[in-house]
């Protein structure tokens, strides 16, 4: 469990840098929109990535923490 906790670690913070860098290149979401029109933009999509990233990478921080249900 803990290889995949690193593996899962790993991928997303680097996928997260990756969203980042890519979410400042697009055109900026327009302020005092839902959660849910994000997907209409470009950069509203890599940030909602980047969240999704960054969540994986946390669970993967606590899968190579606590390995093995400890």
């Not at 890519?22 to 470009?42: H, L």
């Amino acid at each position: 469990m803990r290889k995949y906790g690193l593996i899962m670690l790993l991928g997303g913070a680097l996928g997260f840098f990756f969203a980042t860098g890519k979410m400042k290149e697009a055109e900026p979401v327009p302020p005092g929109i839902s959660i849910s029109e994000y997907a209409r933009y470009e950069a509203g999509r890599w940030e909602l990535l980047r969240y999704a990233l960054a969540a994986i990478g946390g669970i993967g921080a606590l899968f190579s923490l606590f390995p093995e249900g400890r």
